[in-house]
């Protein structure tokens, strides 16, 4: 990140909430989740999938995650009743990881029981470094039991080529994506194009060992790299898909969409918008330019 993009993050807190909710509108459907079910009926229309994600993290109240676990189960019943193409995607540390690990396996258990009576799929996020290895002790161990759940895997650790190894084994469904978390350079590589390498790396040995991945970028190049694997393996449309954060790169996603390829848009929506709002501009120091030069402008 140049000296210009840190001084922009460094400020990022100063700017005012309802400014930085204006320009999140983009990327979060709402604050309830009536608004995340009208947003994933305008994508079913147009033959794209999604993701639902109840906005919020490191809870350390047991309380507080038990209500998540209800919440997911009505965003579940919500999904049938409105017949909606969509799944959900849960953060371990939202349902408790940080408190107790087995009582956060526990809380998933139990999306993923309610999930299986709707015949649907539960995707359990990736967080950063210091959850990985627990967040994937309890995806393989309700991988015993449970069909309907898989995993992210982050393309920047460097753990990750050790990682595929055992998903790979499984047979696991992935969410294949870079990673956003500021990570230590012990943890994670810093340059790009090694990320980029690894993502390539990682997509053609799941693809190639039968894995349904999740292929989860913006990045076009990468898009192409996926389709030229795609093509020299002679996938069907049916053993991958694409996917891609709610208002990124939309021209893209229609292009994708037009070819015939499947896409599943991450919907997150809820009260924590601020916060998940914060982070994205942290990682898109671009995009919080934009938002400051606009304030300027308005002054």
Known sequence: MGIFNKLIVSVLPLIPKFIVGFFSRKYIAGATLEKAIEKISEFNRNGIMATIDILGEEIEIREDALLVVNEYKQVLAAIEKNGLDANVSIKPTHLGLKIDKTFCYENIQIIVEEAQKYNNFVRIDMEDH????????????????????????????????????????????????????????????????????????????????????????????????????????????????FQMLLGVTEELRDILVSAGHRMRIYVPYGEHWHAYSMRRLKENPNLATSIIKNIFKKG
């Open 130 to 241: 210091t959850c990985t290895s627990d967040t994937l002790d309890i995806f393989f161990n309700l991988k015993k039991q449970y069909s309907n759940v898989g995993i992210v895997i982050q393309a920047y650790l460097r753990r990750t080529i050790d990682d595929l190894t055992r998903l790979v084994k499984e047979k696991s469904n992935l969410r294949l994506c870079k990673g956003i978390y500021v990570e230590p350079r012990s943890e994670a590589y810093k340059d790009l194009t090694i990320i980029n390498d690894n993502f390539k790396y990682s997509l053609e040995k799941l693809l190639g060992a039968g894995c349904y991945v999740g292929i989860a970028t913006h990045d076009e190049k990468l898009v192409w790299h996926a389709l030229s694997i795609i093509d020299k393996l002679k996938l069907s449309k049916t053993e991958y898909e």
